[in-house]
T-cell receptor, first 112, second 114 residues
Framework: SAVISQKPSRDICQRGTSLTIQCQVDSQVTMMFWYRQQPGQSLTLIATANQGSEATYESGFVIDKFPISRPNLTFSTLTVSNMSPEDSSIYLC?????????FGQGTRLTVV | AQSVTQPDIHITVSEGASLELRCNYSYGATPYLFWYVQSPGQGLQLLLKYFSGDTLVQGIKGFEAEFKRSQSSFNLRKPSVHWSDAAEYFCAVGTSSNTGKLIFGQGTTLQVKP
């Protein structure tokens, strides 16, 4: 299994600013994943982050808006840049261990 | 393209009654299928998964699901619902090469009546 810690758990931010979300895993993993869950919606994969290489973004998501860092095998950050109210969502970090995806508790972001 | 459909947005059942949550998927090859539960204020928890083999899989909390290739379905069932089962349930599909990269259905909200 894997235990994932995300920080912050929630935040309220002003539009036009940026927020960096941290994800820490208790074991070394090759890939980390970032998902977005918009209010009342399902989860959508933003990107896959591999250590030592650039993240791979899904259709509809771009690096300028959601830059990701992956400095080592247990840590990753997702930045939500130049925020607008439409960015208000829960952002979740995930890892895959032996065929099972584990999720952090999520970061609930409200943009005002 | 892969997709997952959960036809029921909201379901209400009485405590002790049986439950079935529907999930249909679209995927060219053999899918890797998952059911997750998300309780209020909680993260996602895996209930069960299907990779291959027996098409009836058992999960945690008394849940089971049946993979039916001919119907492209992976419905979740529980014989007797408890009030604590009230939550959001997500069906998801992954690929054999990357089970961490999931496509989720829209989710089904389960309400349990006393």
């Amino acid at each position: 299994s894997a235990v994932i810690s995300q920080k912050p758990s929630r935040d309220i931010c002003q539009r036009g600013t940026s927020l960096t979300i941290q994800c820490q895993v208790d074991s070394q993993v090759t890939m980390m994943f970032w998902y977005r869950q918009q209010p009342g919606q399902s989860l959508t994969l933003i990107a896959t982050a591999n250590q030592g290489s650039e993240a791979t973004y899904e259709s509809g998501f771009v690096i300028d808006k959601f830059p990701i860092s992956r400095p080592n095998l247990t840590f990753s950050t997702l930045t939500v840049s130049n925020m607008s109210p439409e960015d208000s969502s829960i952002y979740l970090c995930s890892v895959e261990v032996y065929g099972e995806a584990f999720f952090g508790q999520g970061t609930r972001l409200t943009v005002v | 393209a892969q997709s997952v459909t959960q036809p029921d947005i909201h379901i209400t059942v009485s405590e002790g009654a049986s439950l079935e949550l529907r999930c249909n998927y679209s995927y060219g090859a053999t899918p890797y299928l998952f059911w997750y539960v998300q309780s209020p204020g909680q993260g996602l928890q895996l209930l069960l998964k299907y990779f291959s083999g027996d098409t009836l899989v058992q999960g945690i909390k008394g849940f089971e699901a049946e993979f039916k290739r001919s119907q492209s379905s992976f419905n979740l069932r529980k014989p007797s619902v408890h009030w604590s089962d009230a939550a959001e349930y997500f069906c998801a599909v992954g690929t054999s090469s990357n089970t961490g990269k999931l496509i989720f259905g829209q989710g089904t909200t389960l309400q349990v009546k006393p």
